[in-house]
């Protein structure tokens, strides 16, 4: 259940957009996560998987972190490991999660909080779990999506922001039916709080049963719509969708999405993510940590990570003392 809730009665309205000015865009494909591990075990659907890289642009990668209910003992991160020349993006729907970088960027996300993450030219960073999460074991629920760089922007100095889950601009639909929650980008006229180098729109849309959701989208971004949880339809043609599935739109400019009447037990609602962006059109060359344009560029950012130019991992905090070191120590 997302953590960031609102009366949409009390929230600005997203007006539909009229299919005259704004032609609705038609389904392309539905496509099926398959399941994973990721970092050191925890579990992943990879939400791209089988779709072509030109359909998803500026986007590289997408997973969703559980949703997993852990016992104590049994939450898992990541290692220190590289990127190089693209953006991260770490979003909490329930759970707990620190980040930590070797360009000084980090902190704990919870529950509707954002890491944004410009690798840019390179660094190393980790993320897991807080220690007191691993004791008592608890829910997590999250997404981790990578944005592409454009050239001109790949080796730009790395950034962090921390955008917590108030931040978010929060809208509601024509009739009410929906929740719309803005991480980055805008909607309506009604701008998020991320800020990023390629033009793109992310939204958390929270569809009440039997309720439609109809909204303008840029016409020059493209369009996607992952099923978080719940299940549903999209498109004017009311293609099925449930939750682990991803619709590709393609050209015009309004999205239509519909929660079906009756929903899972443990799912009262369809959530969807919707992502769309301004493709850049550039080679992309995507091997492991590293987004580049070439192939001689990921294996020079190889050569620099071995080399330690991407940054090092920084040094464990030792607790402060004033006791008197023992003989042995």
């Given at each position: 259940?997302?953590?960031?809730?609102?009366?949409?009665?009390?929230?600005?309205?997203?007006?539909?957009?009229?299919?005259?000015?704004a032609e609705p865009r038609p389904v392309r494909s539905v496509t099926t996560a398959p399941s994973g591990f990721e970092g050191e075990g925890f579990p992943v659907r990879r939400a791209f998987a089988g779709v072509p890289q030109s359909v998803l642009d500026p986007f590289i990668h997408m997973?969703?972190?559980?949703?997993?209910?852990?016992?104590?003992g049994e939450p898992k991160g990541t290692p220190w490991h590289p990127h190089r020349g693209f953006e991260t993006v770490t979003y909490i729907i329930d759970g707990v999660f620190e980040h930590q970088d070797s360009?000084?960027?980090?902190?704990?996300?919870?529950?509707?909080?954002?890491?944004?993450?410009?690798?840019?030219?390179?660094?190393?960073?980790?993320?897991?779990?807080?220690?007191?999460?691993?004791?008592?074991?608890?829910?997590?629920?999250?997404?981790?999506?990578?944005?592409?760089?454009?050239?001109?922007?790949?080796?730009?100095?790395?950034?962090?922001?921390?955008?917590?889950?108030?931040?978010?601009?929060?809208?509601?639909?024509?009739?009410g039916g929906a929740l719309l929650r803005v991480i980055a980008g805008e909607l309506a006229g009604h701008p998020g709080p991320g800020i990023t180098f390629?033009?793109?729109?992310?939204?958390?849309?929270?569809?009440?049963?039997?309720?439609?959701?109809?909204?303008?989208?840029?016409?020059?971004?493209?369009?996607?719509?992952?099923?978080?949880a719940g299940q549903g339809s999209v498109g004017g043609e009311q293609r099925p969708v449930r939750k682990g599935q991803l619709a590709v739109f393609g050209p015009g400019g309004a999205l239509t999405l519909a929660a079906d009447t009756a929903q899972p037990?443990?799912?009262?609602?369809?959530?969807?993510?919707?992502?769309?962006?301004?493709?850049?059109?550039?080679?992309?060359?995507?091997?492991?940590?590293?987004?580049?344009?070439?192939?001689?560029?990921?294996?020079?950012?190889?050569?620099?990570?071995?080399?330690?130019?991407?940054?090092?991992?920084?040094?464990?905090?030792?607790?402060?003392?004033d006791a008197p070191l023992s003989p042995e120590e």
């Open positions: 259940m997302p953590a960031v809730t609102a009366d949409t009665l009390t929230l600005p309205r997203v007006v539909a957009p009229d299919p005259a000015v997973d969703q972190m559980g949703e997993v209910e852990y016992g104590p360009n000084g960027g980090g902190g704990t996300i919870t529950n509707g909080d954002t890491q944004w993450m410009t690798a840019g030219a390179g660094l190393l960073h980790i993320e897991k779990p807080p220690e007191h999460l691993v004791v008592s074991g608890g829910l997590f629920h999250g997404v981790q999506l990578w944005v592409n760089l454009p050239s001109a922007h790949k080796f730009h100095l790395p950034r962090y922001q921390d955008i917590r889950g108030r931040e978010a601009a929060l809208l509601a639909s024509a009739d390629t033009p793109i729109t992310m939204v958390h849309a929270t569809v009440n049963p039997g309720a439609r959701l109809e909204l303008p989208w840029h016409p020059g971004f493209n369009a996607l719509a992952y099923v978080l037990r443990a799912e009262p609602n369809l959530e969807v993510l919707l992502l769309g962006g301004r493709p850049i059109r550039e080679p992309v060359v995507h091997y492991g940590p590293f987004v580049m344009n070439t192939r001689a560029e990921i294996i020079q950012a190889m050569e620099d990570f071995r080399a330690g130019r991407l940054g090092v991992v920084p040094a464990e905090r030792v607790p402060h003392t």
